[in-house]
């Protein structure tokens, strides 16, 4: 593997790490600047790709690329379990679209969690 690519996979990796670690213990913060540490450690990987990479690399970026699909995941079933909670309240997330008007379509009435 080429030296001026290991440190760009050593940070790649360790920033998939940390994401990972971000996700499941629900640390915000921390799941934002791995995803930051993760996207400059992308663009400096790419900026410094031969035109025929060696077999070590691309099977160590196969492996990160790897675990960044299995963050996606995670993240996604994160997603889920939000929303599921958020419409259990009676809330719902907008649609992400705009009617008409320019306005977005959300649910204005509220639901009781209990009764009094």
Do not use: C
Request: no cysteine.
């Amino acid at each position: 593997m080429s030296a001026g690519l290991e440190t760009p996979l050593e940070r790649l990796a360790s920033a998939l790490a940390e994401e990972r670690r971000a996700i499941l213990e629900h640390d915000v913060e921390a799941l934002v600047q791995s995803t930051r540490e993760k996207l400059a450690s992308l663009r400096e990987l790419e900026s410094r790709m031969p035109a025929q990479p060696a077999a070590p690399f691309e099977a160590r970026l196969r492996e990160l690329s790897e675990a960044n699909q299995a963050n996606g995941a995670l993240l996604a079933r994160r997603r889920r379990e939000v929303n599921w909670a958020l419409r259990h309240l009676g809330r719902s997330e907008s649609s992400g679209a705009y009617d008409a008007n320019g306005q977005t379509d959300v649910l204005r009435g509220s639901r009781p969690l209990a009764v009094v």
